[in-house]
Nanobody
């Protein structure tokens, strides 16, 4: 069974940076596109970013465009979310997920990690 594991969450100050990592068992990241989503308490899960298989095509939500960067290292079987200029409203649990489509729609993702918590203080 494929497992995704997110890491890198924690506490940051507004204006600061964090880098999240996503890795999987069995090298499955290499054969899937990978997205990042986030969910704040009491809110729906929100698309953040997605990267294609080759790592050269990306898409971002308007909320994070220009501040966050998604990338992948196929050799290491990892996907990253570099988060800069963090804002308190970025506070959420962040999830990585696998998809066969280049999409923002959570229902099109077939495997999810358990998430990593990000808290941004003002």
């Amino acid at each position: 069974q494929v497992q995704l594991v997110e890491s890198g969450g924690g506490l940051a100050q507004a204006g600061g940076s964090l880098r999240l990592s996503c890795t999987s068992s069995g090298g499955t990241l290499r054969t899937n596109m990978v997205g990042w989503f986030r969910q704040a308490p009491g809110k729906e899960r929100q698309f953040v970013a997605v990267v294609n298989l080759g790592g050269h095509i990306t898409d971002y939500s308007d909320d994070v465009k220009g501040r966050f960067t998604i990338s992948r290292d196929r050799a290491k079987n990892e996907v990253y979310l570099q988060m800069n200029s963090l804002k308190p409203e970025d506070t959420a649990t962040y999830y990585c997920a696998l998809t066969k489509l280049f999409t923002r729609v959570p229902a099109n993702y077939h495997t999810w990690g358990k998430g990593t918590r990000v808290t941004v203080s003002s």
